[in-house]
């Protein structure tokens, strides 16, 4: 607070606690030595035809030099802050410029152009930066550390961005291929289980064909059987159906072979168990660890 205070009682000519403060019609005050001094460089710089007098700080112009009278108020605020900080401090300057003056007009580099880009005096503020934009010297150095610190932190967050991006690509990639690694094992568990299956259909339709053919061999030979038991039995003739029977063989037993069940049972449970322990596993991921967070990541 002390320094603030000390900055609104300073004279922006010299930069130093106000001595003998006065106040011009546009309201701002100096030091009265200062603020002549300013006036007299003002009267030998000018033709003699014109006589104008300016304010340091907001150019207002006057047609005559306006008469300086001590402003009570201020000095005893002046002398008040004395007493009770000590010495009075004097406002920083930036050391490259400590005690540099205008090449130009031989006072003190206080002030920085921002049009022109240029440290400046006072009375370069009138002269020749009349309708610059200007603030003062350490202001400026205050505004450039400051856009320095921005560009920093702005440097910083975009190598977070490109560090969080390239994190975030690998991690895909690997996410990616183990996601393809898990699809091809469950291809080739889908494979095995449709193989076990067709060759528990091929083992079952095989062994059932072997008994048709049995059992239609039988038939054929049945059949052979009875054509020639009834065309013996059409002979007339004793002899003959008596020669005949006698090379006629016995039809033989007909055996039926034991029905066959297509059991798919223990193939059934073991697929079924598997199928049922893999969705298990999904589900839970997605209702756990595979849920997007529900909030965004914390500020630092």
Known sequence: MASRASEKLACCICLEMFTTPVTIPCGHSFCKECLNSHWDQEEKERPTSQEVYTCPECRKSFSERPQLSKTVQLDTLVELFRAGEGPAPRREKTTALEGKKC?????????????????????????ECQDHMKVLVEDER?????????????????????????????????????????????????????????????????????????????????????????????????????EELHHLPPPGKLDIPPALEFNLASSEEAITQFLNGVSRLFQEALSTSLNPPKSGPKSK
């Open 142 to 242: 205050k505004n450039e550390e400051e856009a320095e610190r921005l560009k920093e932190e702005t440097r910083k967050m975009e190598q977070q961005i490109s560090s969080v991006k390239d994190s975030s690509e690998k991690f895909k990639s690997g996410v990616l291929q183990k996601f393809g690694h898990l699809v091809e094992s469950l291809k080739e568990c889908q494979r095995k289980a449709m193989e076990r299956i067709e060759n528990e259909q091929a083992r079952t339709l095989g062994q059932m064909e072997e008994n048709w053919n049995q059992v239609q061999h039988q038939l054929d030979a049945f059949t052979q059987h009875s054509q020639k038991a009834e065309e013996l039995l059409a002979c007339t003739d004793n002899i003959t159906f008596l």
């Open 103 to 127: 090449p130009r007009h031989g006072r003190l580099l206080v002030l920085y152009c921002r049009t022109e880009k240029r440290v400046i005096c006072c009375e370069c503020t009138v002269k």
